[in-house]
């Protein structure tokens, strides 16, 4: 199957300072990634689409100012949490879709334990 | 209410058995079905992906979609201390981007 990248797995910092997540598609091109948030033991929660060379379009109640998406190739998306504060602290995951020949199959990154002291 | 509903569990059987995972839904515009398989602080995997009602088999794993009763499951046979997991089942109505509804996921436990 298509692999997603995604870096960094951990990380921890201190609140108020800004943390960036990346994800790639190794090994195909992606018009479309997702950025999912999980809470322990919950399931994942749709935080936005990001579309190549476009703004993304964030779900009800995510801040866009906060959660910055930026889609600057087919290869690559990137999260980046700023001001992050305790309450931000979760499981980020993205994915992407390969396209063609089914356009339904998602493939997800290994996600990023994002802990904020 | 839910779009999807999915028992949490969690469950747990013992090595060799069949296990069943249920979902279900209420938006009858579904069309693509999936279950993935999440292991402890690892983004999700593909398992099993299902187009309409009908049945799908790969291996020790069978999915079946039933529109008509928005009911789908996910059959385990034979089942290994290594099938310890969360399962979520996921679906969509759209034909491309891809944006799923997610079931809440249900945990299972081989035991050996």
């Known amino acids: 199957g298509a692999v997603v990248s995604q870096h960094p797995s951990w990380v921890i910092c201190k609140s108020g300072t800004s943390v960036k997540i990346e994800c790639r598609s190794l090994?195909?091109?992606?018009?479309?990634m997702f950025w999912y948030r999980q809470f322990p033991k919950q399931s994942l929660m749709l935080m936005a689409t990001?579309?190549?060379?476009?703004?993304?379009?964030?779900e009800q109640g995510v801040e866009k100012d906060k959660f910055l998406i930026n889609h600057a190739s087919l290869t690559l998306s990137t999260l980046t949490v700023t001001s992050a504060h305790p309450e931000d602290s979760s499981f980020y995951i993205c994915?992407?879709?390969?396209?063609?020949?089914?356009?339904?199959?998602?493939?997800f990154g290994s996600g990023t334990q994002l802990s904020v002291l | 209410q839910k779009e999807v509903e999915q028992d949490p569990g969690p469950l747990s059987v013992p090595e060799g058995a069949i296990v069943s995972l249920n979902c279900t839904y209420s938006?009858?515009?579904?069309?693509?079905f999936m279950w993935y398989r999440q292991y402890s602080r690892k983004g999700p995997e593909l398992l099993m992906y299902?187009?309409?009602?009908g049945n799908k088999e790969d291996g020790r794993f069978t999915a079946q979609v039933d529109k008509s009763s928005k009911y789908i499951s996910l059959f385990i046979r034979d089942s290994q201390p290594s099938d310890s997991a969360t399962y979520l089942c996921?679906?969509?109505?759209?034909?491309?981007?891809?944006?799923?509804?997610f079931g809440e996921g249900t945990q299972l436990t081989v035991n050996p």
């Open positions: 090994d195909f091109q992606a018009t479309t």
């Open positions: 990001s579309n190549e060379g476009s703004k993304a379009t964030y």
């Open positions: 299902t187009y309409s009602s």
């Open positions: 938006n009858s515009a579904f069309q693509y």
């Open positions: 996921a679906m969509t109505q759209e034909t491309s981007g891809s944006r799923l509804t």
């Open positions: 994915s992407a879709n390969p396209g063609q020949p089914v356009n339904e199959k998602l493939f």
